[in-house]
């Protein structure tokens, strides 16, 4: 759960609304986080300002600024928290820096150590790729925006993806499928990563009925399948269009959204014995394994629309399988 705070700590009724939303979510035991934008057009000492950052103030004062910026997040943390996240935005605009980064990094660190912060603090993202360029920067983890991040183990990341087609709710907007929803979450599950699925709420506060029941929709998918979603780490089979693959303890979980026109889809060999294979959305699937690769083969009638989800029992850990992509 996000909330934007952007207002000044003297506004009594906005602190009204950010208790009851922090004290609703813990009453649901829902995790709190919020969402802070760096850049603040309407702030007089911030030194940018509308349109889209492109006008100049006449008196901007950075410092004041970010001591102001200091004691939002301060009271963010102090009234509200604990938080689980503290998700930064707007980094990319001239006046912020790293140094300036770097300090606030270290302050949320110093109020909270065992926050989350994400890698817009600092300056050093790839653009909508989200991944940091170098380990002198700041942040806990990367944030690809909408798109799915490559495959990583080794840096944490969180996919950030709209319902719909933008991040502002806006009337007859195009919802994502059903299809989609689901099989995005595989891909970035598959990749290691996490996803943040933003549905933005209408101007009464309320989200939007069709969003509403989509979330239902992924929410009673992972009722049936979320044990290969949960808990779990992306691969061995790297994702790809042919699907993803999770795994955890002694177990692989397969996700086929993309079957071969003809004969059956083909991963590379592991270093460990398959045992056992269910296939959990119907059917029978057919795994084999050789030494040069392993065949899944299962009737078109068979095969789920949305995607065919195979358990795959190994003999030994499934995640000390070195991740292999998947070439077909």
Not at 70 to 80: A, F, G, V
Request: glycine letters at 10%; one cysteine or more; proline letters at 8%.
């Amino acid at each position: 759960m996000t909330c934007a705070m952007r207002d000044r700590p003297s506004d009594a009724v906005h602190l009204t609304w950010q208790r009851e939303l922090s004290d609703a979510c813990r009453k649901q035991n829902v995790m709190f986080c919020t969402y802070y934008s760096i850049c603040d057009w309407y702030q007089p000492d911030y030194p940018l300002g509308s349109p889209g950052g492109r006008a100049h103030k006449p008196h901007p004062n950075m410092p004041r600024y970010v001591e102001y910026l200091h004691n939002q997040t301060r009271e963010l943390i102090q009234k509200y928290g604990p938080l689980g996240i503290m998700w930064f935005d707007g980094e990319w605009e001239k006046p912020w820096t790293h140094a300036y980064g770097l300090g606030l990094y270290r302050h949320i660190r110093a109020l909270q150590p065992d926050i989350l912060i994400n890698n817009r603090v600092d300056k050093g993202r790839r653009g909508m790729e989200g991944s940091t360029a170098s380990n002198r920067f700041v942040g806990d983890y990367d944030t690809p925006e909408q798109r799915v991040g490559g495959f990583s183990r080794q840096r944490p990341w969180e996919s950030c993806i709209t319902i719909c087609r933008q991040w502002a709710w806006k009337p007859n907007d195009r919802l994502k499928t059903r299809k989609e929803c689901i099989q995005t979450l595989l891909q970035v599950a598959g990749g290691d990563g996490n996803l943040l699925l933003n549905v933005g709420p209408m101007p009464d506060g309320r989200i939007e009925p069709r969003q509403v029941q989509r979330l239902v929709e992924i929410g009673a998918w992972l009722d049936k399948f979320g044990a290969g979603v949960h808990g779990t780490r992306g691969g061995p089979f790297k994702p790809g269009p042919w699907g993803a693959s999770t795994c955890k303890n002694n177990t692989i979980y397969l996700y086929i959204m993309d079957w071969p026109a003809a004969g059956p889809v083909l991963l590379p060999s592991i270093n460990q014995k398959i045992v056992a294979v269910k296939t959990l959305t119907g059917g029978n699937a057919t795994v084999r394994q050789t030494d040069q690769h392993i065949t899944v083969s299962m009737p078109v009638a068979q095969r789920d629309k949305l995607v065919t989800v195979i358990r795959v029992s190994v003999g030994g850990a499934a995640f000390q399988i070195t991740p292999v992509p998947v070439t077909q």
